[in-house]
Nanobody, 124 residues
């Protein structure tokens, strides 16, 4: 079992920055993949970014490339999402997720464990 707890969400003006954190506990291994997804009201959950523990391989949604950076701290079992140049359309609940096979999937249904989510609101 893996437990994930997100933090760092909040209200920010357009153009501002936030850093989300996802603390993992339980069984975590270097082969695991961590990811961030988001879900806006009335919309489906969408992929944001993913990383393999160790941080060498990453993948991003086109909508966040160049603005968001995913990183991991293996000693603290924590994954981060640095979000810069935020836009109102980035407003959503952000979820951390993990899968155990190391594949950098963009599909929410392929992730086994999820956190409770953290709200990010970007005002115009």
């Amino acid at each position: 079992q893996v437990q994930l707890v997100e933090s760092g969400g909040g209200l920010v003006q357009a153009g501002g920055s936030l850093r989300l954190s996802c603390a993992a506990s339980g069984r975590t291994f270097s082969s695991y993949t961590m990811a961030w997804f988001r879900q806006a009201p009335g919309k489906e959950r969408e992929f944001v970014a993913t990383i393999r523990w160790g941080g060498i391989n990453t993948r991003y949604a086109d909508s966040v490339k160049g603005r968001f950076t995913i990183s991991s701290n293996n000693t603290q079992n924590t994954v981060y999402l640095q979000m810069n140049s935020l836009k109102p359309e980035d407003t959503a609940v952000y979820y951390c997720a993990t899968r155990t096979d190391g594949f950098l999937s963009t599909i929410a249904g392929t992730y086994s464990y999820w956190g409770q989510g953290t709200q990010v609101t970007v005002s115009s």
